[in-house]
């Protein structure tokens, strides 16, 4: 499975973006898909993810800015963010768990990364 990542750049502070991830492959069936985000000197940690079913978690630090949410017929997770800011500067990844077939296998992949600054 692979995952395009889309929508990132430069905002001021305040401002809104929003990032797409679309996965593509053969016979394959999503279980979660995710963004994640890394910012220069930082560990990748998790920004927010939603299952299939559509239950959602987020990091605490973009509660009630961002959300995140997925078309499954697409096979497309967006990422809706809003009120940024500086803070929020980093290259997002998305992620996506899923299985192959019937549940012949599983795994999990990862886009290709997309820059988001946040200008103050």
């Known amino acids: 499975v692979q995952l395009q990542a889309s929508g990132g750049g430069l905002v001021q502070a305040g401002g809104s973006l929003m990032l797409s991830c679309v996965a593509s492959?053969?016979?394959?069936?999503?279980?979660?898909m995710g963004w994640y985000r890394q910012a220069p000197g930082k560990q990748r940690g998790l920004v927010a993810g939603?299952?299939?079913?559509?239950?959602?978690n987020y990091a605490d630090s973009v509660k009630g800015r961002f959300t995140i949410s997925m078309d499954n017929a697409k096979n497309i997770v967006y990422l809706q963010m809003n009120s940024l800011k500086p803070e929020d500067t980093a290259v997002y990844y998305c992620?996506?768990?899923?299985?192959?077939?019937?549940?012949?296998?599983?795994?999990?992949?990862w886009g290709q990364g997309t820059l988001v600054t946040v200008s103050s």
């Open positions: 492959g053969s016979n394959f069936g999503i279980n979660r």
């Open positions: 939603i299952g299939s079913g559509g239950d959602t």
């Open positions: 992620n996506a768990d899923y299985y192959v077939g019937d549940y012949v296998s599983v795994g999990s992949s």
